[in-house]
C-alpha cells in the first residue's frame, strides 16, 4: 500500500512508519512540521498530492491539562483536525484509520468499557476526542475505522515507561494506584491498526495490549525489569497528588476489544511480555557499552 501517517513524529506514527516500512508500504510520514491537521486547505493538498491507499491519522493535542484551559484549540487539533482528514481521505478514495482514546468514557463502569458502552467524557481533552470519533464516522462512514486505545508507550517519543526509567534511581516515588488500564505499546498497536487498513475495516474498535494493571503497578513492574528496587515506589490516591492535575483521569480505562474478537483478528501480546520487551531495548540503548562505542 501507499500510506499517508499523520503525527509521523510522535511515538506511535514513529512505529507506523516502521512497522509499514516493514511490510513493504511506500510510507509518506507528515510530522507536525509538514502537516498541522487544524489547516484544512494543508490537509487536503496534502492527501490529494500523495494519493495513498490509506491514511493513519495519529496527530492529536495529546496534552491532557493544557486542553482544559484552552478547548477551542483542543478541538481544533482533535474534532476539526479529525474532519478534515477524514473529507481528505474520502476525495483520495483512501481508507482511514483515526486514534481514540479512554479518555471519552468517565472512568467509572464496574467492568472492561467495550465499543458499544455510551461515552461520557469529564475532560476537555476526552470530549474532543470524542467529537473527533463522531467526525470521523459521519465524514467518512464505511470507509473509515476509529481506534480507541490507552496508556500508550513505547521505545520512541516521551512517556510514562521511559519518565519511569529516568527515576529510577530516586530514594522514593509516588504514583496512584486507584487508575486502572491496559498498558499498550506503539509496536503492537501499529501492527493492528496497519491491518484494519489493509482489510479495510470499518467502525469503532477497541485495542490495547492485554492484561491491566495500576499506575503504581505498573511502575512496580517497570523498576523491577530495569534490575532497580520497585520498593522505592509507594501508592497514593488521585486526590492525594500535589499538585491536582487540572483535568480530570478516568479512574477505570480498562477497553474490552469485542469487536476486534469477533471479527477473529490475532490477539494483541500481553503488556507484560511487551512491556518487558520495551526496557530490555531501552535499557540496552542506554548501557554504557553502547554510549562508549
Given at each position: 500500500m501507499r500510506v499517508l501517517i499523520t503525527g509521523a513524529g510522535g511515538q506511535l506514527g514513529t512505529d507506523l512508519s516502521i512497522h509499514c516500512g516493514a511490510e513493504g508500504d511506500e510510507v509518506v510520514a507528515l510530522g507536525r512540521d509538514r502537516l498541522d491537521i487544524a489547516d484544512r486547505s494543508a490537509v487536503l493538498d496534502a492527501v490529494a498530492a500523495h494519493a495513498p491507499d490509506a491514511v493513519f491519522n495519529a496527530a492529536a493535542w495529546t496534552a491532557v491539562d493544557d486542553c482544559e484551559s484552552d478547548p477551542e484549540r483542543a478541538f481544533a487539533a482533535n474534532a476539526l483536525g479529525a474532519r478534515w482528514v477524514a473529507e481528505a481521505a474520502g476525495r483520495a478514495g483512501a481508507h482511514l484509520v483515526h486514534v481514540s482514546t479512554d479518555y471519552v468514557f468517565d472512568g467509572t463502569k464496574d467492568g472492561a468499557y467495550n465499543e458499544w458502552d455510551t461515552p461520557a467524557p469529564r475532560s476537555v481533552y476526552g470530549a474532543s476526542k470524542l467529537a473527533g470519533e463522531r467526525e470521523v464516522l459521519d465524514v467518512a462512514s464505511g470507509r473509515a475505522a476509529v481506534v480507541r486505545t490507552a496508556w500508550v508507550?513505547?521505545?520512541?517519543?516521551?512517556?510514562?515507561?521511559?519518565?519511569?526509567?529516568?527515576?529510577?534511581?530516586?530514594?522514593?516515588?509516588?504514583?496512584?494506584?486507584?487508575?486502572?488500564?491496559?498498558?499498550?505499546?506503539?509496536?503492537?498497536?501499529?501492527?493492528?491498526?496497519?491491518?484494519?487498513?489493509?482489510?479495510?475495516?470499518?467502525?469503532?474498535?477497541?485495542?490495547?495490549?492485554?492484561?491491566?494493571?495500576?499506575?503504581?503497578?505498573?511502575?512496580?513492574?517497570?523498576?523491577?525489569?530495569?534490575?532497580?528496587?520497585?520498593?522505592?515506589?509507594?501508592?497514593?490516591?488521585?486526590?492525594?497528588?500535589?499538585?491536582?492535575?487540572?483535568?480530570?483521569?478516568?479512574?477505570?480505562?480498562?477497553?474490552?476489544?469485542?469487536a476486534w474478537r469477533s471479527a477473529q483478528l490475532p490477539a494483541m501480546p500481553l503488556y507484560r511480555d511487551s512491556l518487558r520487551s520495551a526496557v530490555d531495548a531501552l535499557m540496552d540503548r542506554h548501557s554504557p557499552d553502547k554510549e562508549t562505542s
Amino acid at each position: 500500500m501507499r500510506v499517508l501517517i499523520t503525527g509521523a513524529g510522535g511515538q506511535l506514527g514513529t512505529d507506523l512508519s516502521i512497522h509499514c516500512g516493514a511490510e513493504g508500504d511506500e510510507v509518506v510520514a507528515l510530522g507536525r512540521d509538514r502537516l498541522d491537521i487544524a489547516d484544512r486547505s494543508a490537509v487536503l493538498d496534502a492527501v490529494a498530492a500523495h494519493a495513498p491507499d490509506a491514511v493513519f491519522n495519529a496527530a492529536a493535542w495529546t496534552a491532557v491539562d493544557d486542553c482544559e484551559s484552552d478547548p477551542e484549540r483542543a478541538f481544533a487539533a482533535n474534532a476539526l483536525g479529525a474532519r478534515w482528514v477524514a473529507e481528505a481521505a474520502g476525495r483520495a478514495g483512501a481508507h482511514l484509520v483515526h486514534v481514540s482514546t479512554d479518555y471519552v468514557f468517565d472512568g467509572t463502569k464496574d467492568g472492561a468499557y467495550n465499543e458499544w458502552d455510551t461515552p461520557a467524557p469529564r475532560s476537555v481533552y476526552g470530549a474532543s476526542k470524542l467529537a473527533g470519533e463522531r467526525e470521523v464516522l459521519d465524514v467518512a462512514s464505511g470507509r473509515a475505522a476509529v481506534v480507541r486505545t490507552a496508556w500508550v508507550m513505547g521505545v520512541h517519543g516521551k512517556n510514562m515507561l521511559k519518565t519511569v526509567l529516568s527515576l529510577r534511581d530516586r530514594e522514593h516515588l509516588a504514583f496512584v494506584d486507584d487508575q486502572r488500564g491496559s498498558p499498550t505499546f506503539t509496536a503492537d498497536l501499529a501492527v493492528g491498526m496497519r491491518r484494519l487498513a489493509a482489510d479495510r475495516m470499518a467502525g469503532m474498535y477497541h485495542l490495547t495490549n492485554r492484561g491491566s494493571t495500576s499506575w503504581y503497578g505498573l511502575v512496580r513492574e517497570i523498576l523491577e525489569m530495569a534490575g532497580a528496587d520497585p520498593g522505592i515506589v509507594s501508592p497514593i490516591s488521585t486526590d492525594q497528588l500535589d499538585p491536582p492535575r487540572p483535568a480530570p483521569r478516568p479512574a477505570n480505562s480498562v477497553l474490552d476489544d469485542i469487536a476486534w474478537r469477533s471479527a477473529q483478528l490475532p490477539a494483541m501480546p500481553l503488556y507484560r511480555d511487551s512491556l518487558r520487551s520495551a526496557v530490555d531495548a531501552l535499557m540496552d540503548r542506554h548501557s554504557p557499552d553502547k554510549e562508549t562505542s
